[in-house]
T-cell receptor, first 112, second 116 residues
């Protein structure tokens, strides 16, 4: 069945450094790839997303890239800040079902 | 915009009782709502998809008679955990997707259920 693999599971960076989280998906029909940030005890918050007709999207310090051929997509956070510390999830979905298949999550720790 | 609320935020119930969790889209109409459960330090697992006015579609392995889902309006879906047991203790999260053709799903804040 559909599967999304996410790496790394944990990531620790110094404040100001960049962080990169990578995901691969198995269903070639997937066409929507959101990223969520989840803080402890809260629901996931959509931070950026990309559709399959776009290769890259940027929103201030956050960017997402998509390689449809390789079925890879990545989240890039630049100039990290302590408040970026959270669990980040990638997901993939296809238009006909709308169901999100989530990656396993990455715990990002930004050290001041 | 795109705010989703859940109620209650946490609930403790005794084994054998039923608990209802509400999910509301506050500023948009949600033709589709999704229910997830999340165990500590794990990812979100989709339980079911509900479309307004029709029966929910459950994922494989999710008991439809135990997790009753109702999506009676474009802004409200409910999940009822029937005859709850301690193993049902989890974090339940809903998401809502608008009917305007967008892909985005917006998540509620979650409901922590503890069954004693």
């Amino acid at each position: 069945g559909e599967n999304v693999e996410q790496h790394p599971s944990t990531l620790s960076v110094q404040e100001g450094d960049s962080a990169v989280i990578k995901c691969t998906y198995s269903d070639s029909a997937s066409n929507y790839f959101p990223w969520y940030k989840q803080e402890l005890g809260k629901g996931p918050q959509l931070i950026i997303d990309i559709r399959s007709n776009v290769g890259e999207k940027k929103d201030q310090r956050i960017a997402v890239t998509l390689n449809k051929t390789a079925k890879h997509f990545s989240l890039h956070i630049t100039e990290t800040q302590p408040e970026d510390s959270a669990v980040y999830f990638c997901a993939a979905s296809r238009a006909d079902t709308g169901k999100l298949i989530f990656g396993q999550g990455t715990t990002l720790q930004v050290k001041p | 915009g795109a705010v989703v609320s859940q109620h209650p935020s946490w609930v403790i119930c005794k084994s054998g009782t039923s608990v209802k969790i509400e999910c509301r889209s506050l500023d948009f109409q949600a033709t589709t709502m999704f229910w997830y459960r999340q165990f500590p330090k794990q990812s979100l697992m989709l339980m079911a998809t509900s479309n307004e006015g029709s029966k929910a579609t459950y994922e494989q392995g999710v008991e439809k008679d135990k997790f009753l889902i109702n999506h009676a309006s474009l802004t409200l879906s409910t999940l009822t955990v029937t005859s709850a047991h301690p193993e049902d203790s989890s974090f339940y999260i809903c998401s809502a997707q608008s009917g305007t053709g967008g892909f985005e799903q917006y998540f509620g804040p979650g409901t922590r259920l503890t069954v004693t």
